[in-house]
């Protein structure tokens, strides 16, 4: 079993920055691939980033490629994600969740947990 919490979601206005944070508990963190999903109102939970277990740079979504990054601290059982240059279309619950596979990070239903989400809102 592993327990993922999130924070550090808050307001913040459009161009600024904010750093999400994952805490687990648990299995071994570093056995796990690690991804970021968000789902704003009325809309499907989407992919936002991923690090799998098996290392690389991470994988991201198009629409937030170059301004959220992904990383993990082992020591720490925390991956984070870093998001700058928001705009009110980031505007999402951003959850975490953790797989034990290291392939197809950007479905959902790849994961075995996941956290309770945090609200990111950013106004224009």
């Known amino acids: 079993q592993v327990e993922l919490v999130e924070s550090g979601g808050g307001l913040v206005q459009a161009g600024g920055s904010l750093r999400l944070s994952c805490a687990a508990s648990?299995?071994?963190?570093?056995?796990?691939?690690m991804g970021w999903f968000r789902q704003a109102p009325g809309k499907d939970r989407e992919f936002v980033a991923a690090d799998s277990w098996t290392g690389g740079n991470g994988n991201y979504a198009d629409s937030v490629k170059g301004r959220f990054a992904i990383s993990r601290e082992n020591a720490k059982n925390t991956v984070y994600l870093q998001m700058s240059s928001l705009t009110p279309e980031d505007t999402a619950v951003y959850y975490c969740a953790a797989a034990r596979r290291y392939n197809l990070l950007h479905r959902p239903g790849t994961y075995d947990y996941w956290g309770q989400g945090t609200q990111v809102t950013v106004s224009s």
């Open positions: 648990g299995r071994p963190f570093n056995s796990y691939s």
